[in-house]
């Protein structure tokens, strides 16, 4: 609740500070769904089952702010049994061509991840590329606290460099309060004997580092490459991804592409191994109204490993189909139902045990 508060009072007092000049508005996100899963078991079909459940899949409020060279963004989740803020930050355009982002935010990774709105995705849920690298790297909400710089040379490229704490745990909190200055040490007696025990993490000179580079090179066409430098004393996963984008009046078309170096060779165990995926999507505009769409995506979680020592390779095959209430502010109203066929690479004899999942979602969007 102190969080709450305290974000509460920083807007209020951007606001004030340029209120002449000030533009803000309100946002929220409803998505409640529907989904029926078939799970079969691989020794006996006696414990096969059909799950059918309904819930809500989204539910967030928030606000944008934008007073001159200053905007800010503050968004929570209620969508489990408390509320959860996913972003607080403050952007500064301090250059015609570069500006400064501070807080907690979706910053640089991949594009297929946090840097797709929950509210503009193409199916139900992310790619396995943007799940796998969130959850790999920042955290599953995508966001983590830093600060962003961005600069946009011209109208093809833009340049960006995130210096952040590794992850968007609150927890995670290098910044010291005035009541917290002191000994980076404390005393414990064991056994008799009085051994210095830190009191304050060891997270090094330097923060987690990320770059990332867009290109626009011809109308309709997005390109991207990021990469996480892996850090000893914050996230020892390093990063790697790129992107294809091309979108034309009636279709578009998605590669997603993404690698995970996991325990580098400073680790003492020596466990360094990499993931890796990728996911294709299309889609097309059948009426004013209605987007038929198909996806296939694959992920490797050990690419030294084969099916033959117990690895699972990820293959999903999906179809949806999107109808949008309004097709002058599309994803205000949205009606969304997708098919997802399993296809994994299993080890002899494993069975896949979801081979099939059916999903409906229905949309409320004001932004």
Same mark, same amino acid.
């Given at each position: 609740? =102190?969080?709450? /508060?305290?974000?509460?009072?920083?807007?209020?007092?951007?606001?004030?500070?340029?209120?002449?000049?000030?533009?803000?508005?309100?946002?929220?996100?409803?998505?409640?769904?529907?989904?029926?899963?078939?799970?079969?078991?691989?020794?006996?079909?006696?414990?096969?089952? +059909?799950?059918?459940?309904?819930?809500?899949?989204?539910?967030?409020?928030?606000?944008?702010?934008?007073?001159?060279?200053?905007?800010?963004?503050?968004?929570?989740?209620?969508?489990?049994?408390?509320?959860?803020?996913? *972003?607080?930050?403050?952007?500064?355009?301090?250059?015609? =061509?570069?500006?400064?982002?501070?807080?907690?935010?979706?910053?640089?990774?991949?594009?297929?991840?946090?840097?797709?709105?929950?509210?503009?995705?193409?199916?139900?849920?992310?790619?396995?590329?943007? !799940?796998?690298?969130?959850?790999?790297?920042?955290?599953?909400?995508?966001?983590?606290?830093?600060?962003?710089? +961005?600069?946009?040379?011209?109208?093809?490229?833009?340049?960006?460099?995130?210096?952040?704490?590794?992850?968007?745990?609150?927890?995670?909190?290098?910044?010291?309060?005035?009541?917290?200055?002191?000994?980076?040490?404390?005393?414990?007696?064991?056994?008799?004997?009085? /051994?210095?025990?830190?009191?304050?993490?060891?997270?090094?000179?330097?923060?987690?580092?990320?770059?990332?580079?867009?290109? =626009?090179?011809?109308?309709?066409?997005?390109?991207?490459?990021?990469?996480?430098?892996?850090?000893?004393? !914050?996230?020892?996963?390093?990063?790697?991804?790129?992107?294809?984008?091309?979108?034309?009046?009636?279709?578009?078309?998605?590669?997603? &592409?993404?690698?995970?170096?996991?325990?580098?060779?400073?680790?003492? *165990?020596?466990?360094?191994?990499?993931?890796?995926?990728?996911?294709?999507?299309?889609?097309?505009?059948?009426?004013?109204?209605?987007?038929?769409?198909?996806?296939?995506?694959?992920?490797?979680?050990?690419?030294?490993?084969?099916?033959?020592?117990?690895? &699972?390779?990820?293959?999903?095959?999906?179809?949806?189909?999107?109808?949008?209430?309004?097709?002058?502010?599309?994803?205000?109203?949205?009606?969304?139902?997708? &098919?997802?066929?399993?296809?994994?690479?299993?080890?002899?004899?494993?069975?896949?045990?979801?081979?099939?999942?059916?999903?409906?979602?229905?949309?409320?969007?004001?932004?």
């Amino acid at each position: 609740m =102190k969080k709450v /508060v305290l974000l509460a009072a920083v807007l209020a007092a951007m606001c004030l500070a340029t209120a002449a000049q000030a533009e803000s508005s309100l946002v929220g996100l409803v998505q409640t769904w529907w989904s029926y899963t078939a799970y079969t078991h691989p020794d006996s079909s006696d414990l096969d089952a +059909t799950q059918t459940g309904f819930g809500v899949r989204r539910a967030r409020m928030g606000y944008k702010y934008k007073g001159g060279d200053m905007t800010g963004s503050f968004l929570g989740d209620m969508s489990g049994t408390s509320f959860t803020i996913l *972003d607080a930050y403050a952007d500064y355009k301090f250059h015609e =061509k570069a500006s400064l982002r501070a807080g907690r935010f979706i910053g640089v990774q991949s594009q297929a991840a946090g840097l797709t709105s929950s509210a503009k995705l193409d199916l139900v849920e992310r790619t396995i590329v943007g !799940r796998r690298f969130g959850s790999g790297t920042v955290g599953g909400d995508y966001r983590t606290f830093g600060a962003q710089l +961005t600069v946009v040379p011209n109208e093809m490229f833009t340049v960006q460099l995130l210096a952040h704490n590794g992850n968007g745990s609150w927890s995670m909190d290098y910044v010291p309060s005035n009541n917290s200055h002191g000994d980076p040490y404390h005393t414990t007696m064991v056994d008799t004997v009085a /051994v210095l025990t830190p009191t304050m993490a060891d997270t090094g000179a330097l923060p987690q580092l990320d770059f990332g580079i867009q290109a =626009k090179p011809m109308e309709g066409l997005d390109l991207g490459f990021t990469y996480g430098v892996p850090n000893e004393k !914050r996230n020892t996963t390093g990063s790697m991804s790129a992107f294809a984008y091309y979108t034309a009046e009636e279709y578009y078309f998605k590669f997603d &592409f993404a690698q995970l170096m996991h325990n580098p060779v400073w680790d003492d *165990d020596d466990q360094d191994f990499t993931s890796m995926g990728y996911a294709v999507t299309g889609g097309y505009s059948a009426n004013e109204n209605t987007e038929l769409v198909a996806r296939y995506e694959s992920w490797d979680n050990n690419t030294d490993k084969g099916t033959d020592d117990g690895d &699972f390779l990820t293959k999903n095959l999906s179809f949806g189909v999107n109808y949008y209430v309004n097709p002058e502010a599309k994803y205000d109203q949205v009606f969304k139902a997708a &098919f997802t066929l399993r296809m994994d690479d299993t080890p002899d004899g494993v069975d896949i045990p979801d081979p099939y999942l059916f999903q409906l979602m229905w949309q409320i969007y004001v932004h």
